[in-house]
């Protein structure tokens, strides 16, 4: 039903800032809870961060304090601010709605280098 849509991602240097977005379609975006996930080469996809129907935010220890996230209801799309990205960041973004969820889309790269 939703279908979601990652974009933003890129090569940075470390120290530097990124902006990603995620575009979903349908109807019922405002009442979902979003979140950003990752996953880096080898390893498990890992939680980042998220933002529920009601604007409260939680992000994983590995990124609070460095990465923001909201969202826009009248433009279904919810966003990632990175800032004071490290080499270890680097990762496959992924966004994914709750408690309704929705096929995984392509992900958006995000490549920091040192």
């Known amino acids: 039903q939703v279908r979601l849509v990652e974009s933003g991602g890129g090569l940075v240097q470390a120290g530097g800032s990124l902006r990603l977005s995620c575009k979903a379609s349908?109807?019922?975006?405002?009442?979902?809870?979003m979140d950003w996930y990752r996953q880096a080469p080898g390893k498990q996809r890992e939680w980042v961060a998220t933002?529920?129907?009601?604007?409260?935010?939680n992000y994983a220890d590995s990124v609070k304090g460095r990465f923001i996230i909201s969202r826009d209801n009248a433009k279904s799309t919810v966003y990632l601010q990175m800032s004071s990205l490290k080499p270890e960041d680097t990762a496959v973004y992924y966004c994914?709605?709750?408690?309704?969820?929705?096929?995984w889309g392509q992900g958006t790269q995000v490549t920091v280098s040192s």
């Open positions: 994914q709605s709750r408690p309704v969820g929705t096929t």
């Open positions: 933002i529920t129907s009601g604007g409260t935010t």
């Open positions: 349908g109807s019922i975006f405002s009442i979902n809870h």
